[in-house]
């Protein structure tokens, strides 16, 4: 029952967005005003990210109808505060200096609907001072909401090697 609610929810977030994307509403080049609004969003997410203010980032999520698939346990968060909680503790376990690196970044907006995905480079520091790389594939629905550009899904991957039955954490050169 639950995966047949989430799939609802994931219905009512993309319906909107395919529908005007059969209007011919878009997806629109980048470079434009809503594109640039978002990837504003985008670097403030860094910056917060890298400052570890978990209030800044979660200004940038929907406080009313956020969902997030994420790689950490319990990898469902239903909700904006299961998600602030999760960020919380991912600072918590690693209290020294973090720096995230995003590339990648693809925007495409249709009306008050956007989506985009990037890849983001994570070194964390753990409290004996060792580092932990990480690189996660990052993919988000935005919605317009009172004018301002707000991420409604989000869906924090890595890739996994299937031979080994391991994810890939790092990067390969």
């Known amino acids: ?9 994931c219905l009512l977030i993309l319906l909107p967005l395919h529908s005007a994307l059969a209007q011919g509403k878009g997806p629109k ?3 434009g005003k809503d594109e640039a609004k978002i990837e504003a969003l985008f670097q403030q997410y860094l910056r917060a990210f890298n400052a570890k203010d978990t209030n800044a980032i979660m200004s940038l999520y929907s406080s009313t109808d ?7 346990p319990p ?17 918590a376990a690693f209290p020294g200096p973090v720096e995230n690196k995003l590339s990648g970044l693809s925007i495409t907006t249709a009306g008050t609907m956007a989506y985009a995905h990037n890849i983001q ?15 996660v ?10 004018g301002k550009w707000l991420i409604v899904h989000e869906h924090v991957s890595v890739p996994v090697d299937l031979a080994a ?5 790092q990067s390969t050169p």
């Not at 956020?66 to 950490?72: T, Y």
């Not at 039955?165 to 954490?169: D, E, I, N």
């Open 66 to 72: 956020l969902f997030v698939f994420d790689v950490v």
């Open 75 to 91: 990898r469902e968060y239903p909700s904006w505060d299961a998600y602030k909680k999760d960020f919380e503790t991912l600072f």
């Open 165 to 169: 039955g391991k994810p890939v954490l």
């Open 1 to 9: 029952m639950r995966r047949l609610c989430l799939l609802f929810a």
């Open 137 to 146: 594939r990052v993919s988000d629905v935005l919605r317009k909401i009172n």
């Open 121 to 135: 480079t994570v070194a964390f520091t753990a409290k004996d001072g060792s580092k932990f790389n990480l690189v």
């Open 29 to 31: 080049a980048s470079g």
